[in-house]
């Protein structure tokens, strides 16, 4: 009876509709195939229970207790995103929601600690320590990133990842993209969180990016597709206006990667630090500008007055997923990043993922170191039999593609399947979008749960910040004044308006 059960509920659980349905399904097959009593028990190899069961009984005794100081001593000494090997993929793959309890308590009693730190009042513990400890022990904490891909029209499916990540309230504040993902990302990074929900209708979203040129055309501008249809398409999509004012207005931290069409350049990830009166527009386009498909592109920028003018006139840029798909080490850099989040669409990429299994190395493992190290030698020989700067050219640009990083600590990705390759460069209806959207949804439900626990505290840090700089301000502006915002909210079609 019990097989007969468990058959039909994953059948239901395949066909669920909405997240919590999927959970309540996924929490029954939990009980009936064990994974509960596996949550329950808190011994495993997998990571050391010991010390975090420790930990987390010494951290609820010093809260408890109200022994502040001692309390911030520790957790500014101990507190460590895979502390214990807390983060181990393995950990997620016993049971279909969550993982141990054990591992689920430490993480909730940890951020249960940081509340307690940051909203209450000690006569022993001012303020202003309370934001050196929060600064200081948040940025060796670290915090988590979300990248998007390329994948032409199969990008469409990163709109189901950030709808399922905002409804569940994990979604990043950091995002990147490249080619197709530059498109999903600019289109989040330029919205508050009241405004998001917009870009998940499918109706309301006109995404006609592809039209194809004549061949006089063709050979003139040396692309298949016309430029003009796909800079319409960021128009009616992405509110005009550059890095610096998106981040102003969005609070999110926007990043585009654009690699160079020549040689002696470097490709660049594109946001409010590196390239702060970029226009997002602009670095859309070139980050989707796939050679051969569309042509170079020039970046804009802002000048002083807010006109825009050329930025680096004599560079063009093309496609950010050629040279770096996923700018981990430069996020790392500049926005204290060491957990990231990637949603995968690259259909030479997809076919060679899969998820953790017990058992060794995977095929996509195999696959992926095999295809870097043909790469390598195709170089070679490439160099030494045939020469010349174009070749040379042809075969660097094999090397970016394949050499690359494709996943993340957590990786979402989509079912591949020969038949999406042949509408990669087709416009999608409404109804392709959601099916593109529902793909996403029902890639990100399994893996919720863990983005939400390898998120948890570091959100807590950016909350806690955010509410102590509140605090901040407000005892230090005159009871008679006000605090005004740093912007006020423009027009949803062009934020710029505003300034």
Same mark, same amino acid.
């Given at each position: 009876?019990?097989?007969?059960?468990?058959?039909?509920?994953?059948?239901?659980?395949?066909?669920?509709?909405?997240?919590?349905?999927?959970?309540?399904?996924?929490?029954?097959?939990?009980?009936?195939?064990?994974?509960?009593?596996?949550?329950?028990?808190?011994?495993?190899?997998?990571?050391?229970?010991?010390?975090?069961?420790?930990?987390?009984?010494?951290?609820?005794?010093?809260?408890?207790?109200?022994?502040?100081?001692?309390?911030?001593?520790?957790?500014?000494?101990?507190?460590?995103?895979?502390?214990?090997?807390?983060?181990?993929?393995?950990?997620?793959?016993?049971?279909?929601?969550?993982?141990?309890?054990?591992?689920?308590?430490?993480?909730?009693?940890?951020?249960?600690?940081?509340?307690?730190?940051?909203?209450?009042?000690?006569?022993?513990?001012?303020?202003?320590?309370?934001?050196?400890?929060?600064?200081?022990?948040?940025?060796?904490?670290?915090?988590?990133?979300?990248?998007?891909?390329?994948?032409?029209?199969?990008?469409?499916?990163?709109?189901?990842?950030?709808?399922?990540?905002?409804?569940?309230?994990?979604?990043?504040?950091?995002?990147?993209?490249?080619?197709?993902?530059?498109?999903?990302?600019?289109?989040?990074?330029?919205?508050?969180?009241?405004?998001?929900?917009?870009?998940?209708?499918?109706?309301?979203?006109?995404?006609?990016?592809?039209?194809?040129?004549?061949?006089?055309?063709?050979?003139?501008?040396?692309?298949?597709?016309?430029?003009?249809?796909?800079?319409?398409?960021?128009?009616?999509?992405?509110?005009?206006?550059?890095?610096?004012?998106?981040?102003?207005?969005?609070?999110?931290?926007?990043?585009?990667?654009?690699?160079?069409?020549?040689?002696?350049?470097?490709?660049?990830?594109?946001?409010?630090?590196?390239?702060?009166?970029?226009?997002?527009?602009?670095?859309?386009?070139?980050?989707?500008?796939? &050679?051969?498909?569309?042509?170079?592109?020039?970046?804009?920028?802002?000048?002083?007055?807010?006109?825009?003018?050329?930025?680096?006139?004599?560079?063009?840029?093309?496609?950010?997923?050629?040279?770096?798909?996923? &700018?981990?080490?430069?996020?790392?850099?500049?926005?204290?990043?060491?957990?990231?989040?990637?949603?995968?669409?690259?259909?030479?990429?997809?076919?060679?993922?899969?998820? &953790?299994?017990?058992?060794?190395?995977?095929?996509?493992?195999?696959?992926?170191?095999?295809?870097?190290?043909?790469?390598?030698?195709?170089?070679?020989?490439?160099?030494?039999?045939?020469?010349?700067?174009?070749?040379?050219?042809?075969?660097?640009?094999?090397?970016?593609?394949?050499?690359?990083?494709?996943?993340?600590?957590?990786?979402?990705?989509?079912?591949?399947?020969?038949?999406?390759?042949?509408?990669?460069?087709?416009?999608?209806?409404?109804?392709?979008?959601?099916?593109?959207?529902?793909?996403?949804?029902?890639?990100?439900? &399994?893996?919720?749960?863990?983005?939400?626990?390898?998120?948890?505290?570091?959100?807590?840090?950016?909350?806690?910040?955010?509410?102590?700089?509140?605090?901040?301000?407000?005892?230090?502006?005159?009871?008679?004044?006000?605090?005004?915002?740093?912007?006020?909210?423009?027009?949803?079609?062009?934020?710029?308006?505003?300034?």
């Amino acid at each position: 009876m019990s097989k007969k059960l468990i058959a039909a509920r994953l059948r239901d659980l395949e066909n669920a509709d909405s997240y919590r349905s999927w959970r309540e399904i996924a929490g029954e097959l939990d009980r009936l195939e064990g994974g509960d009593a596996w949550k329950q028990d808190e011994m495993s190899d997998d990571y050391d229970y010991l010390l975090i069961k420790e930990r987390l009984e010494h951290m609820r005794r010093l809260r408890k207790r109200g022994e502040v100081r001692q309390l911030v001593h520790d957790l500014a000494e101990g507190l460590h995103g895979n502390l214990g090997n807390i983060a181990n993929p393995m950990l997620y793959v016993y049971a279909r929601v969550g993982t141990k309890r054990l591992i689920e308590e430490y993480v909730e009693e940890a951020a249960r600690c940081l509340d307690y730190i940051c909203v209450g009042d000690f006569g022993d513990f001012s303020a202003e320590e309370k934001v050196l400890f929060f600064k200081r022990t948040g940025t060796s904490f670290g915090r988590s990133a979300l990248l998007l891909s390329g994948g032409a029209t199969l990008g469409m499916f990163h709109l189901g990842v950030i709808k399922a990540l905002s409804e569940a309230n994990a979604l990043p504040r950091v995002l990147s993209g490249s080619s197709a993902g530059s498109i999903i990302a600019a289109m989040v990074g330029t919205r508050t969180d009241a405004e998001l929900p917009a870009i998940f209708d499918p109706d309301g979203l006109d995404l006609q990016a592809f039209q194809a040129v004549s061949l006089r055309q063709m050979f003139k501008g040396k692309a298949l597709m016309d430029p003009t249809q796909l800079e319409d398409c960021l128009d009616r999509n992405i509110p005009a206006g550059s890095f610096v004012e998106a981040f102003e207005r969005s609070r999110r931290i926007l990043g585009i990667t654009v690699s160079p069409s020549e040689m002696h350049q470097q490709p660049r990830l594109l946001n409010y630090l590196t390239a702060p009166n970029v226009v997002i527009r602009r670095a859309v386009l070139a980050s989707c500008a796939v &050679p051969g498909v569309f042509p170079p592109v020039m970046l804009e920028a802002l000048d002083y007055n807010g006109q825009t003018v050329p930025h680096m006139r004599s560079k063009r840029w093309v496609d950010g997923s050629i040279a770096n798909d996923l &700018p981990m080490l430069r996020l790392a850099r500049l926005h204290n990043v060491n957990h990231y989040i990637v949603s995968q669409t690259n259909p030479h990429v997809v076919p060679f993922m899969s998820e &953790p299994r017990r058992a060794g190395h995977n095929v996509g493992s195999f696959a992926r170191q095999f295809a870097s190290v043909a790469s390598r030698d195709l170089a070679k020989v490439t160099q030494r039999y045939f020469g010349g700067a174009g070749a040379g050219r042809i075969v660097d640009l094999l090397n970016d593609v394949l050499q690359q990083r494709y996943s993340g600590d957590v990786s979402i990705f989509p079912k591949h399947t020969p038949a999406q390759l042949i509408r990669m460069f087709a416009n999608p209806s409404a109804s392709d979008i959601r099916r593109f959207i529902r793909e996403g949804e029902r890639a990100t439900w &399994p893996k919720l749960e863990r983005v939400r626990m390898q998120t948890r505290i570091s959100r807590v840090f950016e909350d806690c910040v955010a509410w102590l700089k509140e605090q901040g301000l407000r005892r230090t502006v005159s009871p008679r004044r006000r605090v005004q915002p740093i912007r006020q909210a423009p027009p949803a079609q062009d934020f710029r308006a505003a300034s």
